[in-house]
């Protein structure tokens, strides 16, 4: 019999340098094996309402389905899909419903939303889910793989046509979010199940990190830091912060190890 391997993590958010206060939010839930990145937005102290509910509302959640999983959940579940799948599926959109009534009913928070992206570790592997575009990549092997697809006007210009590097950088509407949480009454959430290897590293970020340090600046800030998960979070933040630190700038990383 192969050992389990266990799980590592470690998590930062930092205010950045151009924001006057914090609108991510971040947990780690070891006890459900449930870990997310929650990035608010709607400005006025409403973007981070709306991430810390969404937090919230995962975290209850997975509690009160914890003790009991017989309880009646808010939606039906998707016979396509398992039980845990479902779980995590159902805590977001309910967090999705719970920020759009809110919003509906506090004039001073209309608009408000938030992306997420989120892992859930079960026993055969994870299951990755996302709104927005926070992401989650992959490290194996010292190379980094993309697992999220942002949900942004950008990424949706850059399938439907090709834009060159300069037209990328150039964008004029790079933080127009196309999906997240908030938005409408009901929200889609992209999932997908990843089986990892020991030694492996998931990064969850905010587009905070994402945004102003490249793919492999990221990797080489993790990799640097060698078997510190802690040290590697707070590098990542630096590193965002080096490149000017235009946003609230979070990270998650989790290890599998034996």
């Known amino acids: 019999m192969n050992q389990p391997l266990r799980i590592e993590v470690a998590g930062e958010t930092d205010v950045g340098r151009k924001r006057q206060h914090n609108e991510d939010n ?3 839930l070891a006890e459900f094996g449930l870990y997310i990145v929650a990035d608010g ?3 006025h102290a409403s973007g981070e309402v709306a991430s810390k509910m969404a937090v919230d509302t995962l975290q209850e959640f997975f ?3 914890a003790d009991d999983p ?3 959940w808010p939606y039906k579940m998707d016979r396509s899909k398992g039980y845990e799948e479902n779980r995590l599926i159902t805590s977001i959109k309910l967090a999705n419903l719970r920020i759009y009534e809110t919003a509906q009913r506090n004039s001073k928070q209309r608009g408000m939303g938030t992306t997420i992206v989120g892992m859930f570790a079960v026993e055969d592997g994870i299951y990755v889910a996302h709104v927005g575009d926070s992401r989650a990549y992959r490290i194996r092997e010292g190379s980094m793989e993309l697992l999220t697809e942002d949900h942004s006007l950008l990424n949706d210009y850059k399938k439907m046509k090709r834009l060159t590097e300069e037209e990328i950088a150039n964008f004029p509407h790079k933080n127009v979010i196309v999906r997240a949480l908030g938005m409408k009454d009901s929200v889609k959430v992209d999932t ?3 089986v ?3 030694n492996d590293i998931l990064l969850l970020c905010s ?4 945004g102003p340090v490249s793919d492999d600046g990221i990797l080489k800030v993790v990799l640097d830091a060698g078997d510190d998960l802690s040290a590697a979070s707070h590098r990542l933040i630096e590193a965002a912060n080096d490149s000017g630190g235009p946003d609230n700038v979070t990270c998650v990383l ?3 190890i034996p």
């Open 207 to 210: 587009d905070g990190l994402a």
């Open 192 to 194: 997908q199940f990843q």
């Open 41 to 43: 937005m709607g400005g």
């Open 63 to 65: 509690e009160g389905t």
């Open 196 to 198: 990892p290897r020991q």
């Open 26 to 28: 971040f947990a780690i």
């Open 70 to 72: 017989e309880r009646t």
């Open 254 to 256: 989790a290890r599998w």
